[in-house]
């Protein structure tokens, strides 16, 4: 066991601040990771304020991060698909139980057993749960490791690790491709993910937003329509023309209105997180033959192919990078969407401390 630099919250009212966590010896089989790069999740936010209690309450003391980079720096004896100096990057899981049949299909993000990087359960010992990428360094199993392209800008690879799995998976599963018509909704740190991916895979990419203000920034990132959702009457030109529609919105709002956009055997599928009820009417699923779904994020494997993807077709998520000292500063511009359209911590900034 050894010890290691980073900010962690004590409480669901206490400021992220420095300190200094725990993290075992890399065993036979695991990999340890110099972090350079974290990104900053909404569900970061969500579990150091417990806002979540009701799904997966928060222990603390909390080391969030999810959307890992950094360098190897020592390998354990078994391991084979990585050696020191080698870049790689860590997702929302670094564990599973790798023998039920979501992890024989390569579903481990639907294993019953999974452990979250953060606030999941440490089997090892090392401490009372495990520990995000908030910190200097972390100690995974190699199945749980990722390659990263080496084209790509570190900063902007981070968030791709869950907002770009998040997104790039329910596009593949629902097959989105060239002749599809694909809606967006919302234009924040998924949706500027999903706009990017569903335009690489070359369908007709829709925006709806509720900010007219955005509309430029869409057509930035790859769209080729944008529709204010406010409007009832430009909805209603397109009412029933959309094959699948990617919700990424985690506030309340009317999930039927889009339902209606869609055509017969047209998909919307849920990746915005709200833990609230949704209101959803039969008819709007009933008439149109339509499917209502939800994802979340991907197993390791699909991890691996999308950022083998956007190494080919330089996809990285849009970013502004800061240094540890600001993200209780960025957690209140995350509240108010002030921020385009990810935050990524710049770790070398830990050292400081």
């Not at 139980?97 to 090392?126: I, M």
């Not at 990263?148 to 690790?161: E, K, V, Y």
């Not at 944008?226 to 009457?233: G, T």
């Not at 506030?251 to 209101?279: C, F, K, R, S, W």
């Amino acid at each position: 066991m050894y010890q290691t630099r980073a900010y962690a919250a004590s409480s669901a009212t206490s400021p992220l601040a420095s300190t200094s966590i725990p993290r075992r010896d890399p065993t036979e089989q695991d990999v340890q990771i110099e972090i350079l790069y974290s990104g900053i999740c909404h569900s970061d936010l969500h579990m150091v304020r417990n806002e979540w209690q009701s799904v997966m309450p928060t222990v603390y003391p909390i080391v969030p991060g999810h959307e890992i980079v950094g360098r190897v720096t020592k390998v354990g004896s078994s391991v084979t698909r990585f050696k020191p100096g080698d870049l790689a990057a860590v997702g929302c899981l670094v564990d599973s139980d790798l023998s039920c049949p979501q992890c024989q299909a390569d579903l481990e993000n639907l294993c019953p057993n999974q452990v979250l990087t953060f606030n999941g359960p440490d089997h090892h010992g090392t401490a009372p749960v495990t520990y995000g990428g908030y910190s200097d360094s972390i100690v995974v199993k190699e199945h749980f490791a990722l390659h990263l392209p080496s084209n790509l800008d570190l900063s902007g690879t981070a968030p791709l690790l869950c907002a770009g799995i998040t997104t790039y998976s329910p596009l593949r599963r629902w097959g989105v491709t060239a002749g599809k018509k694909v809606g967006i909704v919302g234009l924040g740190g998924l949706g500027h993910m999903g706009v990017k991916f569903s335009h690489a895979f070359g369908a007709h990419t829709v925006v709806f937003t509720t900010s007219p203000h955005k509309k430029e920034d869409a057509l930035r990132l790859g769209a080729d329509e944008v529709i204010l959702s406010k409007d009832a009457a430009e909805m209603q030109k397109h009412a029933g023309t959309f094959d699948f529609i990617l919700d990424t919105v985690s506030a309340d709002h009317d999930v039927n209105m889009y339902l209606n956009m869609l055509t017969h055997d047209g998909t919307m599928t849920i990746v915005g997180a709200n833990e609230n009820p949704m209101q959803v009417s039969g008819f709007a699923l009933l008439m149109g033959r339509r499917n209502l779904a939800g994802s979340n994020i991907g197993g390791i494997a699909e991890t691996q192919e999308m950022l083998d993807y956007c190494g080919e077709k330089n996809i990285t998520a849009d970013v502004e990078v800061i240094p540890i000292q600001k993200a209780n500063e960025a957690y209140e511009r995350l509240l108010k969407s002030d921020v385009k359209y990810r935050f990524c911590i710049d770790m070398a900034s830990l050292k400081e401390e």
